[in-house]
Every structure is written in C-alpha cells, then in structure tokens.
C-alpha cells in the first residue's frame, strides 16, 4: 500500500516535532512537506529547527526544505498545528485548494461547521466534513480538528460516563504541563517553585470545546451537550502530561464500582478499527492512592491513553477523580494522527 | 514587661524550627525550652538539630539542651508542632500538667472541647477553654489548636464570605507546597516534573475542619457550619506557600464587586487589638489576571497574609476564585502565635 | 536457545526495577528469582514493590515470591543492587555457593582480586575471575562488579583518549540525578530550587574507580592507571542523567579534532561481538553549543551511550568537554546486564 | 544629609526592579528617575512595568513616568543594568553629558580605562576613573562597572587567597541560576530536569574579568593578574544562587586551616568605612559537609555575603572548595550600590 504523502505546517515548534517524531515509522503516512511562518523558511529542516524532543532528529526530514505554510504543498493533506493567528487564514486556504487539513490549532475548533473530532468519543461527527464542503464549496479540501490539549483529557473521562448515566455538572480543575504553551513558552522564572493560575483563554476553551465534544450530530448540526461545566486552569512545573482535578454530577444514581467499570472497559471506533495510533484501552484506571502521577502515566498506551484515579464520593458533586493524559501526544499531535487514520477507515482521506 | 517564657514540643522539625525563627525578636515570648520525641534528646539544640531554613540557626537557642516532650518543662506555656502519632498523649500530659498546649498537631483539633482557632475567624471559640477545663478537669492548663495549613487558606478566604452573604456549597482543590510534609517529607524523585495527587487524611482533615472553623460557639459546644464542602488535594514542586482552586455557592445573590470588597476589606479581631503577628490585611486581593503565585505571594504580610485573586463568575457554582498562605507560617507555626497573641490578650495566658 | 535464569539482588529498589524493565525481552536472561533485604521478604513481588518507573511492572515478575538475599536462590547467576552494608556478605556468599555474581554494588569494587569491568573500557580485566577463584576457594562462583554511576560516564570519555593519546591529569565535576540516591533518596526540600555540594563518599569512589577501571591487567593483577585525578560530586535537580564538567591535560599535543574523532570513532569489543545491549556507538559527540542536557540526551542508545560536548581548549588543563550519561542504565542495571553479555561470550557463564 | 537622587536606566528588568527593591530605605540614595529601552517609555512606572520579585513594587516609584535611556535625566548620577547591546552606547552618552554611570551591563567591563570594580577586592582601581576623564575627555561623568554575576562569587574567594599566598591557577565550574538570565531568560522546558551547559559569552567573561579584578592598579593602568584561569558553565534549575565548584593551586605551600582563616577572617575597605550595603562578613565559611546550598545560603548578609563550604585537599591542583553568592544582589544590584557608597565615602560623588 503507497502511504500517504502528509504535510506539516507548523513544523518547527514544538508540536510540530512531535508530529514528525510520531509520523516516524507510521504505516499509512510519510512526511514528505514542511511548512513554517517563522524565519526558518527556505532552510533545510536540520538548520531550520532545533530539535528539542529527546532522541535526535529523524533522519528522513533533515532535507527537506521549509516552505511557507500556503498551498500548493506537495501532499496529499496537511496536519497543522500553526501558531492561532496564522492559522485562521492559512488552514482555509489550504481547504480551498483541495487539502484536507486536520489541524490542531484552535481557530477552527468551535465553527458550527467544523468537526471538533476525538474518534472514542464522536467518530459520527465526521459528517460535518459533507456539510461544511457544500457551505464553503469545498471541492475535495476540508477542516477538521482535534480539541485543547486539557479538554480531551476531561472528554475522554466524561465520554463513557456521560454515554452511561448521564452527566449533568463538570468541575474540572487542571494542572497543566510547561510543554502546552510550545517553546520557549513558559518563563522557567514563573515555572520554578512556582504555579501559576493562569493560561490565555483556557478556562473557556475548554468549557465550550467539552459541550461540542459531548454534542450530538443530528442533522447536519452538532447540538452542545447540556451540561454545566468549570474549569479553572494552572500551570505547574512538569515537562509533559495535564491533570485534572474533576467532580461530576450525574443524572441518575451511580456507584464507584459503576464508574470504575465505565472507565475502564471503555472501547470505541478507534478499537474496534484497530487504528494504527489507537490504545489498546482508551481510559486506564489505576487503584493506587497516589495515582495518576504525569511523570509515571503520561506515557501510558504510547501516550494515547487516559489514566483515572482516585475515584470517591464528593461531599458537593456526587463523586471526584483525577485524570491525567499526554498533552503533546493524545493532547495535539497523536490527537490529530488519530483523526487522520479514522478519516483514512471512513474515506475522507484518499490518495 | 517580663516577656512568657514558651517552650516549643516537636523542636527539630520543620515546624519547630519556623517556631524559633519567627520568635526570634518577639516582644512577648522568649524560647526557654526545647523538647523533641527524636534521638536529639540530651543534646544542645545546635548540635542536636540541622537547620534547614534560610538563615543562621537563632543565637540565643543554640545552647539549650533538647528535652523528651514531657512535662515538666520550665517555661509558662507550650506551642506544639510534635508528630500526630505522639502529639496526643503528650500534650494531654502538659495540659494536665498545668501548662497551656497551643498545639499545630492535628491529634486534638476535632475534639468537641478543643478550640480550633484562627483569630480572624473565630475568636469567640476561645470561650471552649473553660469549658474543656471544666470537663477534662485540667487546673491551669489547657490546648487550643490551629488547623491544618490548607484549611486555613480556604477558611481565611471564605470566613468573610460566609459572614456578609452565606455560603452553601465550597469546592476546593488544592496544590500543596513540599514543606507541609515536613522533612525528610516528599521524595524528589516524586516531586520533581511531578504532581502527586495524594496527601494522607489531608482531604477529610480540610473539609471537617473547614465546618468546625466556621461553625458557632453557643452554649459551651462549636456547632458545625451548615455547608457542603469538597476538597481534593495535591501535591506540587513547591517549596512553601499552598494554593487553592475554589468554587463558592452562595446563600443569596452576590456581585464580582462585593466579594472583592468584602475580601479586602476584611479585618477583625486581631488587627482591631494589634497583635504582633496579625498582619495588616488578613485577606490581599490582586487583580492581576496571573496571580496569586506561591513564589511570588506567600510572604505577603509577613507571611500572614492570603491572597486572593481571580474572582469570576463559574459555570456550576456562582464563583470561582484562587487563594494562597504561606503554609509553614500562616498554616502553622505564625498561626499558633497569632493564637497566642489572641489568648494573651484574652487573659488566658498569665505568667 | 535456552534463556539463562537469572536471581535479582535488591529486586525492589530503584536499580532493581531497572534490572526488571530491562530484562523484560531480553533474548539471553530471564528473571528467576527476586530477593530483597527488607520487609517485602515473602509476598509477592506485586504485592511488595511499588514500581517507581513509568510504565507498568512486567506482568512475568508479579508473581514471583521475593526471597531473602541468601543462597541458595534458584537461578544460574545473580544480578545484585543490594545496599552497600549489607552486599559485602551476601555477595560473598552467593560466590561461595557457586554463583557468579554480577554487582551494581560498591562493596568489592576495589577489591584487588575482584574486576570492575565496563566491557567498552577494559574487558581483558575478565581474566581476574580465575584469579579470584584461585584466590577464595571459589569453585563456579566469582565476584563481578561495575563502577558507580558518575565513574562509568566519567571513564567511558576518558578510555579513547588515554589509549590514543595518553591522559595525565583529570578534572571532573558532576552534576548528579536525584535516581542515583536511590529511593526515597533525596529530600524534595533539598532539591527543588537548590544544588547540594555533597554526596557521600562519591568524590572518593570516582577518583579510585576511575585509576582502576584505566588500568592494566598484566600478571594476574590489575595495575592502577597512573594519572592525577580530581572529583567534586553535586546533586542537582534532575530526575536521570548524571552530568561531568570535564578538564583533561594530556600527555601529547592533540587537537580538537583529533579528540573528537577519537571520541566519536570509538568502538570495542562489546560492539565486535555484537552484545545484546551493546549501543551501536558507545560515545556520541554532539556539536551544539549547548548540550548535552540531561533531558535530551540521556537515553541515547537505550540510554547505553554517554553524550559528550562542547570540547574546548582549556586554559589551566589541555582541553575541557562535557560528558553525559544515564545513571541508572549506563551507570547501574545496563552496566550490569552488558556485563553479563560479555561474560556469556567469554564463556564465564554457563548453564 | 541630603539623598543623592539616582536615576535607573533599565529599570524594568529583573536587575532594575533589584536596584528599586535595594534602594527603597537606602540612607544615601534616592530613587528620582527611571529610563527603559523597552516599550515602556512614557508610561508611569506602576502600569510600565511587570514587578516579579516576591513583595510589593515599592510604592514611591509607581508613578514616576518612564522615560528614554538618553540624558539628560532629572538625577545626580545613574545605575544602569541597560542591555549590552544598548548600554554601550548609551552609558557613554550619560558619562559624555556630566553623569557618573554604576553600571553593571557588561559593555564596558574590559575597557582599559574602566574601573571595574569590588569594593573588598581592588579600591584602589577607582584611581582609574581620574585617568577615564582625561583621555575621554570626559567632565564631571565616568563609567565603573562592577563584574559579570559569577566573576564575582569567584573572585570574593579567590581574592583573600591570592593576597596571603598567591594563586597560580584557578579551575571554576558554576551552577548559575535562573534570574541570571533575566527575564523571559531561560525556557521553561530548558530548565525543568534538566541542566544547560551553555550561557553565552560566560565562560569567557568570567575568565578575563577575574584577571582585571586581581590586577594591580599602577601607573594609571591595570595589571592583568598572571594566573591561570579556566571557568566552565552550566545553568541550573535554581531560581537565585549562583555556586561554583573551584580548585585553586597556590604559589606557595598552605594549610587547609589557613585557607579557612584567611576567607573567614577576611574584611576590606568597605567593613572598615561601614559602608551601608558591607556585609559584616564578605566571605562566611561553613563546615557542614553539604554547604553551601543556594536556598539556604543565598541570602546571607542580606545577599552580599559570600559562602565558602567543604575546603578539602585536590588531587590535581592543591585545594578544592565550594563558593556560593546571590547572582542579582552581590552579583548585580547590590554590587553597583556598593561601588556607588564607595565612591561617595572617597568622594568621586558629590552633590
């Protein structure tokens, strides 16, 4: 089988590596363009990027030439994960000119007509891609997302719940990892012996992205959960991987074996599909007292599972977990490769 | 004025060192003794003890010889930061001796005859003293308790709250700095690029204290304040100053702009009788979008002083805020002097 | 090809866990028999060990009962990372009972009759197991070791340029990972925002290892390397990776160049003979100005290799670099595992 | 006594809010005006500049407007922590236009006719600033410069040194901290487990600065000292406290006892005039084995004091020890405060 020949604007900062670090070996996509909108334009990749992934760069994309992230680029579709601003305009211009984008940048994420997408949990979203191509007049291009990097670490927890018994309250407090705000990012200044209780624009990102996530499509519309939802956000002094403080309040009596059991046997399309990037088991549930822990479970399911802990009643919401997930790989650029196979299985990816 | 003459229980530790320094120029307490249930016993402080704050070791208590924490102890009153597991039994053993036990130990604090006290908050709880002596039958002596150093962030915080407006319903998360686990405490290996989202008994202790604190002194019994309350707690790379995520439901309908006042504002008994410790503004509010930060914020008021900040309207409860003290000074050691201070004041403790 | 049976000294400890996870699907060793000196005697290894190390413990170890350190053990050899006190003995019987032991620990490094081997480095050094034999009666069993942690990076930079060039004088400072103390270790208070200039007995283990492990086995002895040596050990706050800040003087002219190429271009026997966990190249010389760094480059080749960088002309000694390697792979259980390799390939071991 | 009214030129940086922070009860000096290359010219101080030291901005600069870093500025002399790039060219204009500049940017540094200077180490080099005004042609202004962050630490020790017995050679290795880089400075995600062996232009600083500050003033020039020196650095996860691990070789045979001697029972010119800012004790000698430590140590003499720990014999050069100081307080704020109360006590300046 030809892989598809995948481009990656965005390529130089810190997602972007991860992209191309996971695209390494992949069985269905090669990388075979790059595209940047800072300086390092017209570069070969080695002298455009510093690499700051452990592990070296990988050899294959050392040549390639850094092109500026406008079409036409030689691929068959992009993954983007371009800066917010740049990304607004640079992604439709993309779909106008006939590639699928599946991005990971946020200026799409809440367009009625884009498919905020995260295949355990509303694989049937993908059909906005039909709607969006008839509103736009896209030919063969079209947009899709994958969410905030705390947002699918909460989804993902909620999904099977929701689905089961029904969530109608969310309290989620984060702490997130240095790695979420790219490079340079976060001031080591701010970040050692240090929190800090702010991230630009988290809190309602992650409010608005969970209500579409949790949405129906019916229709060609997707309807918002009804759900009451909070988060409060911070950034705490770890390299990689978003904890969430969460309580939950359901719509029908439920109890903590019921939730463990929920979480646990979790199974969905992504499964059943045996995508290439899909966990064995979306959501890991661990019994210690003192887990999930980033630096122990980021790394769980190649980073593409979720861990929950810490199950127990609540004295205000019906019950409390924490939750934990890889922020740069099921949070951004694992997040994104998923949505790409599951568009490969669904046909919206053709060569 | 001949100053009392204290003798600190639990002397070693990293509570007991906070002690000494921050009695270092006290215009009311001089140390006199020093007594630890380690193998320090017999030794001079100086070589019993390794210093671990910032700072030289006080001149003054270098050459006092460490005791076993049994009473006698020559000295007016104790403060107490001994171990729970040995707390108990010896600071009944001085309250039965005649000594007051102003005690930072969690071992007494729950106790329907004992004072948990934050001057600020709950000064009239004091009153429990005649009635545990009455009880116990204990002479002169007697133990008034300070809660645990994150229950007193949240209860600073919410103490003017519940005053002016009611509050039904607290959800607080918190983030805990390394020293509230003392020394040798959090390994590093669990703390660096890390969060550990467990802290033994620290939620049950935050949320039953949290109502007692609040609660109302009537009739010789505390009545526990009618509130919901949740508490989920974690452990950050911090070295002092712990941090709470909270939401508030209130009794009644309230504005961003009056909590604000009422926070601010906020001054009480201690600040009213000038004692030393008392800081000039119990509760800071800053309104700054990133603040309030551990390194940044925990020295405010000498120590003593929340801060609060980020004030806004939450999607489940009615608000949402961020409260941080300094957990090693407002959370233990400066809030069993301010305690003291307050029972001076009171007549409690006479020479 | 039937798999060697191995036992596990120490099994519950933080190298111990390294043996485990890196024995996991090793083609040679299997994981027989786990023995450990403190209270987990008798349960299940599930049951007695928390796993500190991301990822899950190996399913095949969970059911194995942990046994005291003492023959007899059932297995072909032994793996040991037992606390120094009480290695000595216990090593020394395991020898006597007919088992080769393979140590991690101190205690007989400097024996004279005992090899401190790193394969890459000195592996004609094997030939003092007969040696020993004759020596201590042993019959089958014999005394294997590998060197601390910050030696084995400081010596693997050190071996091409003192074959190529001769090595008179060495500076090295390290900058130590919180995992080389083991765990719980190092105190969180004392790492987080804080270097401590001291590491028991350390400065005096590299000094003495390093002229050892340089040296030359002739006449059924090994001769120490002649060469001046200075050691000044630091912990910082890093979770793996100890770091040398290195001055080297010469005993020839030599240029940047030549000892780059010495580095860079060096291979040896364990590469010859193509050992399991042998790394393609022992010594990788990067030419950033800025590395090595811990987090980048400390598992390079499987963490096997050491990284050096930033080779500069020196202005008290000849020449300065940088040298970097994983403590607890290259300088603990993979030291040990590639040890073994070299010994099945000697013909040492044997079922 | 009137206050000399001091401009700050660069006064929205970490070192210019230190400048502010250390001048705020100053006995002699007065904060009048304040320059920035930023964009924060012509905005009141309060709203022009983000405060990120623990504690309040003092409140009597908040509304002094920010203005250009070109004279003519409302002051009797300057301070400047300006950019290299900026402060070159700038700090001439103002000396050029009648200002006596303290400045601790590294421009001017290596000038021959520029004092650089430590007031316990080489106060007679301020002779230096006669010979300054007349080749420049300079009026009632002159540049002095006090050294790079860790020259400093480094020459504190060395400096008693070389005046008892002669040193020859000098090997330093540093462990700088974070606020040396400013601020955004470091990334986070350099920083966090992690070490850089890399602060551009350092090494070389270090090395020429010492040599200047050891110098001999005569004849209107300055000696470079003849020693060698070699300096290797490395930038840790520390937020203050610059450390460096030193070995000195002397002239002449000594002592462990007279090296202790000699640094701890060393005072200069600025204890004997009792200059405001003279820590009792430039250089405090602690014997615990693992001191200094920068959490603990950075702070001593209110941050002017130099800690020396763990003098031991070396096996390359003579003697190693371990010397430690706070980078933005003796090693750049407090240090050009206490050049300029030097400059006042001999009267280079005047109202």
């Known amino acids: 089988m030809t892989k598809f020949r995948v481009g990656i604007l ?65 691929c068959d579709f992009v993954f983007s994960s371009l800066p917010g601003d740049i990304a607004a305009e640079a992604e439709q211009n993309f779909a106008r000119g006939g590639y699928p ?16 997408l995260i ?5 049937d979203h993908v059909s906005m891609i039909n709607v969006q191509q008839d509103i736009r007049g896209y030919d063969r291009g079209f947009i899709v997302t994958n969410p905030n990097c705390s947002a699918i670490v909460i989804v993902m927890a909620l999904a099977p ?41 988290e809190e309602e990102k992650i409010e608005a992205e969970t209500l579409k996530l949790l949405g129906r499509y019916h229709g060609g519309a997707i309807e918002a959960a009804e759900m009451k939802i909070s988060a409060q956000c911070n950034r705490v002094n770890v390299t990689d991987g978003h904890m969430a403080s969460m309580r939950v309040q359901f719509a029908q009596s439920v109890s903590i074996d019921q939730i463990r059991e929920a979480l646990s046997s979790f199974t969905a399309v992504p499964q059943e599909l045996n995508l290439h990037s899909a966990p064995e088991r979306p959501v890991i549930v661990r019994d210690e007292a003192d887990r999930p822990q980033p630096r122990l479970d980021r790394d769980a399911g190649k980073g593409m599972s979720i861990t929950v802990g810490k199950i127990r009643a609540d004295g205000v919401l019906d019950y409390r977990f924490v939750a ?7 949070g951004a650029a694992g997040a994104a490769i998923l949505n790409a196979e599951l568009l490969v299985a669904k046909g919206y990816l053709v060569h």
């Open 10 to 74: 965005g390529a130089t900062g810190v997602v972007g590596q991860r992209f191309i670090q996971l695209l390494e070996d992949h069985p269905q996509f090669e990388v075979a363009a790059l595209a940047a909108s800072d300086r390092s334009q017209g570069k070969e990749y080695a002298d455009a990027c510093t690499w700051r992934l452990p592990g070296e760069m990988p050899h294959r994309v050392k040549a390639i030439r850094v092109q500026s992230p406008e079409p036409p680029l030689d």
């Open 101 to 116: 984008v599946i991005s990971n940048s946020s200026s799409h994420r809440m367009a009625a007509d884009v498919p905020l």
């Open 119 to 123: 295949p355990e949990v509303n694989p």
């Open 161 to 201: 719940l929701q689905a089961q018994f029904g969530v109608t309250s969310c309290v989620a407090t984060t702490m997130q990892a240095l790695s979420g705000a790219g490079y340079p990012g976060v001031a080591s200044l701010d970040a050692t012996d240090n929190v800090v209780p702010f991230i630009s624009g």
């Open 324 to 330: 934990l997930g890889h922020n740069t790989v099921r």
